[in-house]
């Protein structure tokens, strides 16, 4: 009886490891779109810069724990050289909805020109990543690159051709199981089989 206790405990254990790894092991196809707005997409002062996309779509099969990369959209500027005005940095907001939960958030980012020497160029330099949560306990974490563009010299690398792609890295994620609620699952059913165990010497 012990040796069937014993073993049905071990059963028990494995079968809760065995859940607890198919459920991180959840994939997930999510999708969503992309809108691009702020003040350095418009004119005025400060260095003013273009993007091959003003909205777009992204859709991605995910594991749990795992991320991918992608380029976002292109960004470049049409102006010659970094002047006075293009120090001054500007606005880019980079819009992210989930589809079917309508999980929302925004990146922001910011753009100004640069001169080192003879170097001219642009850069964006974004804020901290944002979480989209997609319910039961999924979420999806975004992540943009700052990047650097229309490297130069004497003046500004010309036009799209010397811009440069934005990069997103997306990362799924799964609220694990709370540990305590484990162990209580754990611990009913040892309590369980030992109630069983008691049951049948009797």
């Keep these: 009886m012990a040796r069937l206790f014993t073993s049905a405990r071990a059963g028990l254990l494995a079968a809760l490891i065995s859940g607890l790894a198919g459920f991180s092991a959840t994939a997930a196809t999510i999708q969503g779109t992309l809108s691009l707005g702020g003040a350095a997409l418009g004119a005025g002062s400060g260095l003013i810069t273009q993007t091959d996309v003003a909205s777009g779509s992204f859709n991605v099969n995910l594991s749990n724990g795992q991320s991918t990369t992608l380029n976002l959209f292109h960004i470049w500027t049409a102006e010659p050289t970094v002047d006075a005005d293009d120090l001054v940095s500007r606005q880019l907001l980079a819009g992210f909805i989930a589809a079917g939960t309508g999980a929302s958030d925004t990146v922001a980012g910011m753009v100004q020109g640069f001169k080192a020497g003879t170097l001219h160029w642009g850069a964006v330099t974004w804020g901290a990543p944002?979480?989209?949560?997609?319910?039961?306990?999924?979420?999806?974490?975004?992540?943009?690159?700052?990047?650097?563009?229309?490297?130069?010299?004497?003046?500004?690398?010309?036009?799209?051709?010397?811009?440069a792609d934005v990069q997103a890295t997306l990362t799924y994620i799964i609220a694990p199981v709370p540990v305590p609620a484990a162990g209580l699952l754990l611990l009913g059913g040892f309590g369980a089989l030992g109630a069983a165990r008691r049951r049948k010497q009797a």
């Design 130 to 163: 944002i979480v989209l949560d997609l319910g039961q306990g999924q979420q999806l974490l975004i992540s943009l690159g700052n990047t650097i563009f229309n490297l130069g010299n004497g003046g500004l690398g010309f036009g799209s051709g010397a811009g």
